[in-house]
């Protein structure tokens, strides 16, 4: 945790979301450029506390309490760019993301396509389900995002990773679409190193080895994959699995060297089914790897509806480990 | 009009506002040559508005043009050549052919935005601008402009909110030409004047007629400065009339054919050069050297234009990604010391402080919330604002506004 004389990280396990504060606090005390804009994000240091010390340590000019107009949290933020400036948008809740698709999709992703006009900015916000947080406070919008040419879309599943990307990713000169599985703020503990350090934007990682099918996932999904690779351990399926990280761009080439190892592939993503990664994965896979694949390619998904608020029914309509494990058992039988 | 500016001033109007109605007119024979890729938008009768507004700004400020305003680009120090060849979605344009109209810009030398086709997104990016400009101590202001439509649209309200909260140096040019395609401003908005928008946001504003460039300047010089010394931002109702359709393909029946005779019988241009000879500043040789200039000029431009190639179709491949130092070495121009931003001195104690809290009418000198209508702050502060902005109104009110009474009194309710 940050303490009053800024000495950030120590190297010890962090919660999931003091990784993300760390890397705020630690880019801006390396560079005043970098600013948080955002709705409750001074005084009350944001919903969930990512920002809480910033205020104090870097002041108002740095630290701005927005009206609740993400189009003006964007769009400010896009112009703060123009002149140098590194902001971190804040969205409350990444569902409110959406108020401001035109301001991302249109004016800040298109610029440097069209005019020569780089954008250096970091929208992030807390997503995801498992909280019953209901229909608006637990979305998983970034397909939204990955289908807009123009931006980069993180979406880490540990401490290090969170850290390492948001820091990365304000030091990128392209906008940047920073997912924060809220389900992980407190639950996920993980080693930080001392000093700094970032993750490249774009590269997957194989968090665990295994020879007879790829599992492939991201955020909250990761640790539910992980979960059912050890079930399928114990019944003698070693599951590679592979964190994607970064969505776009998407890193084909650790997909493919997984699945040409293994010739099987399941996409397991928190996300609603039709039009989820795991569609961008499977026509990869077709084109590039058909003739290594020894089965269909399958996916454990959410269910194509909104997100329901009651436990029971958010219960069944996210993905876990033992529908994980299902699919997988099947998958392996081919 | 009153006299006011240095001749050379009063010739620089002048000038930019034939150079204005210069370029698009050679490009309305352009788009009857086939020679323009796409859609042409006109500003006939409205050069006034671009080219009064953009005069008053510095070279270190900042502008975001909408498509009516190829004038204020031409301010700005835009070629006419890079009009031409955006239209012609030719490969030496701006945007190498990627974009057309006036959707171009320039981040490091004429510092420019780029607008995109959705309306009013410009004003929260511009508010950006001028807040980055603040915070870098760079003493800039940003403006930009919306019509009449525009600013129906739910980022008009965000933007200006969020500049009117921040105080930002922002001047918002809102160009009521009286028509967003064919739907005429009554069905916009349901105001007689724009302007008392601003009310809205706390933010002063003034109504201009949009015909009267000298005007048009005088009202925008002294809007910006105030917003350049921290007044937060203004709002500038310009009020003029869209001759042309809202593109070339649109013939505009729509519109009633007394109300195109009223407006063409006002032509800025028109207006500005009987007042030039009134005041003997323009005569018919003088005149005539500037349209010699003008007109050779835009032959050259436009075949430099004529000439330049179709970019390469492999171009629509690249440069959707900044790849970094390489493409683009972002550099932060700091014009205050960074130590006033950076720890210890940024920092700061978190709390809200509530300015009058306790102070009200109501509470009788005692620790008692305040109540509406009991804002004493506030109550004194609109008195100042009055009397401030009807000295305004006296010194910048032309001669024949459209509704120069409502003006005054817009001004005088402006906070």
Request: charged share 25%.
């Amino acid at each position: 945790m940050p303490g009053a004389n800024g000495n950030a990280s120590n190297g010890t396990q962090v919660t999931f979301l003091e990784a993300i504060k760390q890397a705020m606090f630690e880019e801006m005390e390396r560079d005043p450029a970098v600013v948080l804009i955002g709705e409750d994000v001074g005084v009350y240091g944001g919903a969930f506390k990512t920002s809480e010390g910033l205020l104090r340590r870097f002041g108002w000019e740095r630290v701005i309490d927005t009206p609740i107009s993400e189009s003006a949290i964007i769009g400010a933020a896009c112009g703060m760019s123009y002149c140098g400036l590194r902001p971190i948008c804040e969205m409350q809740f990444i569902d409110f993301i959406v108020c401001a698709f035109n301001q991302i999709t249109n004016f800040v992703a298109k610029g440097h396509y069209l005019w020569n006009a780089p954008a250096p900015i970091v929208v992030r916000g807390p997503s995801g389900g498992g909280v019953h947080g209901g229909p608006f406070h637990s979305a998983n919008p970034e397909m939204y995002f990955v289908h807009t040419p123009g931006l980069k879309v993180i979406y880490p599943s540990t401490p290090y990773d969170a850290k390492g990307l948001l820091k990365a990713a304000v030091r990128d000169n392209n906008p940047v679409l920073f997912f924060e599985h809220k389900f992980l703020y407190r639950r996920i503990k993980g080693e930080v190193p001392a000093g700094d350090y970032t993750v490249p934007i774009g590269k997957a990682v194989v968090r665990r080895g295994g020879k007879h099918l790829t599992i492939i996932s991201y955020a909250a999904m990761m640790h539910t994959s992980l979960e059912a690779a050890e079930a399928l351990a114990r019944e003698g399926i070693e599951a590679e699995v592979i964190d994607l990280r970064t969505l776009l761009p998407l890193d084909e080439e650790t997909i493919l060297n997984s699945v040409k190892k293994t010739n099987k592939c399941l996409v397991v993503h928190e996300d609603t089914r039709t039009g989820g990664i795991a569609g961008e994965i499977a026509a990869i896979l077709f084109e590039k790897a058909f003739d290594d694949l020894d089965g269909p390619l399958m996916r454990v998904t959410s269910l194509d509806t909104p997100v329901p608020y009651a436990p029971t029914l958010e219960e069944y309509f996210l993905p876990n480990a033992r529908k994980i494990f299902s699919a997988a058992k099947e998958l392996a039988r081919y | 009009m009153k006299k006011e500016l240095t001749r050379q001033q009063y010739l620089d109007l002048y000038y930019y506002m034939r150079l204005n109605r210069g370029v698009e007119d050679m490009m309305v024979k352009l788009f009857r040559q086939n020679k323009i890729v796409g859609g042409l938008y006109s500003s006939l009768g409205q050069e006034a508005i671009s080219v009064g507004t953009a005069y008053a700004l510095e070279k270190k400020d900042w502008l975001a043009p909408m498509i009516r305003n190829i004038g204020a680009l031409l301010v700005k120090g835009v070629r006419p050549r890079d009009v031409f060849m955006q239209h012609m979605a030719k490969y030496d344009s701006p945007t190498k052919g990627k974009d057309g109209t006036s959707h171009f810009g320039d981040l490091d030398n004429l510092h420019i935005v780029s607008p995109i086709s959705m309306l009013g997104d410009l004003i929260p990016v511009m508010t950006g601008v001028a807040m980055a400009g603040r915070y870098l101590g760079q003493k800039i202001v940003a403006m930009t402009w919306i019509g009449d439509g525009g600013s129906s649209t739910g980022v008009f309200h965000e933007g200006l909110n969020f500049a009117a909260v921040q105080k930002a140096p922002f001047v918002l040019i809102l160009e009521n030409n009286l028509w967003a395609y064919s739907t005429p401003v009554r069905k916009q908005v349901p105001l007689e004047n724009l302007a008392d928008r601003a009310k809205a946001y706390g933010i002063d504003s003034y109504i201009v007629d949009g015909n009267d460039v000298v005007a048009v300047y005088s009202t925008a010089k002294e809007a910006v400065e105030r917003a350049r010394m921290g007044e937060g931002p203004i709002l500038i109702e310009a009020k003029s009339f869209r001759r042309m359709g809202h593109a070339q393909h649109d013939p505009a029946e729509y519109v009633p054919k007394e109300m195109r005779a009223y407006w063409q019988a006002r032509d800025p241009i028109t207006l500005y050069e009987k007042f030039l000879s009134s005041e003997k500043l323009l005569d018919a040789k003088s005149k005539k050297e500037i349209e010699e200039e003008i007109n050779t000029l835009l032959a050259k431009e436009r075949e430099f234009a004529e000439n330049s190639p179709l970019p390469p179709a492999e171009l629509a491949e690249t440069g959707v990604y900044c790849t970094g130092d390489d493409c683009h070495k972002i550099r932060v121009k700091w014009e205050r010391p960074i130590e006033e931003v950076t720890p210890p001195r940024s920092s700061v104690e978190a709390v809200w402080t509530v300015p009058g809290f306790g102070s009200g009418q109501g509470s009788g000198g005692a620790n008692a919330p305040i109540h509406f209508g009991d804002t004493q702050p506030a109550g004194t502060k609109r008195a100042e604002a009055g009397k401030h902005t009807a000295k305004v109104a006296a010194k910048v009110a032309p001669k024949k506004t459209v509704k120069a009474a409502s003006a005054s009194s817009s001004r005088k309710a402006g906070r």
